[in-house]
């Protein structure tokens, strides 16, 4: 059974609150094109805070190994996931204010309503992922810069 975990970030980071968990690797169905095996499980971490100026700020970090296939031979490459990030909790799209003033370390989203942990997780994932993943010994030289990997410096 695949329970679905919602939170209401906001009120984390009011109480500044702290939760932690796994998820199986297998439940990450926006990532599995890009896996060898879906074994194997994350940790995640979710700590809220409001910050000096009254933002809403959920801290997320995201550790395990996944298995990626390699682009080359389409074998297993393991993949450390070693994610931190901060997240600035808007209510709606006129709060997310001016991109130039935004704390580069923070990126902005907008929560209608409660946030769902696994999919929360699988954005990071997904932006951190490399846009062609190989074995070292399966070389580097034909990779090309990615039109997307613009998108992976988002606001
Ligand atoms: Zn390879």
């Given at each position: ?5 919602l939170?209401d ?8 609150r ?27 971490a979710?700590?809220?805070?409001i ?13 395990g190994?996944?298995h ?7 074998g297993d ?20 204010g001016?991109?130039?003033d ?29 846009f ?24």
């Amino acid at each position: 059974m695949s329970e679905q975990t919602l939170i209401d970030g906001f009120e984390l980071a009011r109480m500044g609150r702290s939760l932690g968990g796994k998820i199986d690797v297998s439940r990450l169905d926006r990532v599995a094109d890009a896996l060898y095996s879906n074994s194997g499980r994350i940790d995640y971490a979710i700590s809220g805070e409001i910050d000096g100026e009254g933002n809403h700020l959920l801290h997320l970090s995201i550790s395990g190994m996944l298995h990626l296939r390699c682009q080359r031979c389409l074998g297993d490459v393991e993949y450390p996931l070693q994610l931190q990030v901060s997240l600035r909790l808007v209510k709606d799209e006129a709060d997310l204010g001016d991109v130039e003033d935004e704390d580069p370390g923070v990126d902005s989203i907008v929560v209608k309503d409660k946030l769902e942990i696994l999919s929360m997780i699988e954005d990071e994932i997904l932006l951190d992922l490399p846009f062609s993943p190989r074995h070292v010994e399966c070389g580097i030289d034909a990779v090309r810069e990615s039109p997307f990997s613009i998108l992976k410096g988002r606001v």
